[in-house]
């Protein structure tokens, strides 16, 4: 009877441990259905994108499938469907990336000067707090939007630790980080606010004087990465949907199909060489 207590228990305790990791199974992801929506949301917010993280995900999903679902039920033909498919998955994320690209260049180049106010301010007896809400009232955006909202999380209780880090997520600046980093680091060992903030202003007006220059170099050389690795999928995309007859042969044949495995591959190696060529770290 013991015997088969034992081995009731052991069942009972093998099923517990099944149980739990069933739920720790659930629980990762969701955790991890969580942690991609934060990073949509960031990406968003960094774009200035007035969406959601669920509508923006919403919206691509209706670009991917919606005109695609639309050929199929008028005219059957795969191809010209998968052509939209294409070009309606790479859309959406193209011109949030461009939009934060565009937003975070503006920022950074607003960066300087407002280090410059902040340092005069610090000088003139204001506390950092106070030279921030300079920021967010003197200058125009993005850079005041972004010390609006990070004055506002510091009013609802948020630390300034806190409150400056979620605006680096935020902006993924290396220029704000390196000025988020001075300000922590003097708040905990002390120091001349205001010289560290000077020092800051020079070197990232020299930094953007230098990224000037280096795009300015390899200009040529980033045209033709682009062109490299982009314009052969956009015909690719664009005769599938046009012009599907001229293209049909490569999805419906062996050899087509590995023409197109072995080109996908050749532009994937030009567009990182080409890439890693002209990306210059300083």
């Known amino acids: 009877a013991r015997k088969h207590a034992d081995e009731e228990e052991a069942d009972f305790t093998e099923d517990r441990i099944r149980s739990g990791d069933w739920l720790k199974r659930i629980l990762g992801r969701v955790e991890a259905g969580r942690s991609l929506m934060q990073r949509v949301g960031l990406q968003l917010e960094a774009g200035s994108v007035l969406l959601r993280p669920e509508e923006y995900l919403g919206l691509w999903l209706l670009a991917f ?3 695609a679902g639309v050929v199929l039920l008028i005219s059957r033909d795969w191809m010209v469907a998968l052509g939209l498919s294409i070009l309606g998955a790479a859309l959406p994320p193209f011109l949030v990336r461009r939009a934060r690209k565009k937003r975070l260049d503006l920022f950074n180049r607003q960066l300087g000067d407002a280090l410059t106010i902040m340092s005069n301010c610090l000088r003139a007896g204001f506390t950092c707090q106070q030279s921030m809400e300079s920021i ?3 200058m125009p955006e993005p850079i005041s939007k972004e010390f609006g909202k990070t004055l506002r999380e510091m009013k609802h209780g948020a630390g300034m630790d806190q409150a400056l880090t979620h605006m680096v997520e935020r902006m993924g600046s290396d220029d704000l980080h390196l000025l988020v980093s001075a300000i922590l680091i003097q708040r905990q060992v002390g120091g001349n606010l205001s010289e560290i903030l000077d020092n800051i202003a020079g070197t990232v007006k020299e930094r953007l004087r230098l ?12 045209m033709s990465g682009l062109i490299i690795g982009l314009l052969p999928l956009f015909i690719l995309c664009f005769l599938m949907v046009l012009k599907p007859d001229y293209v049909r042969m490569f999805f419906e044949t062996r050899i087509g199909l590995l023409l197109i ?9 030009g567009f990182l060489l080409v890439k890693k060529i002209v990306t210059v770290k300083f």
């Open 65 to 67: 499938a919606g005109p």
């Open 136 to 138: 967010a009232t003197e």
């Open 211 to 222: 990224r000037a220059e280096i795009k300015v170099v390899t200009a040529s050389g980033r």
């Open 261 to 269: 495995g072995v080109a996908l591959v050749l532009e994937t190696i």
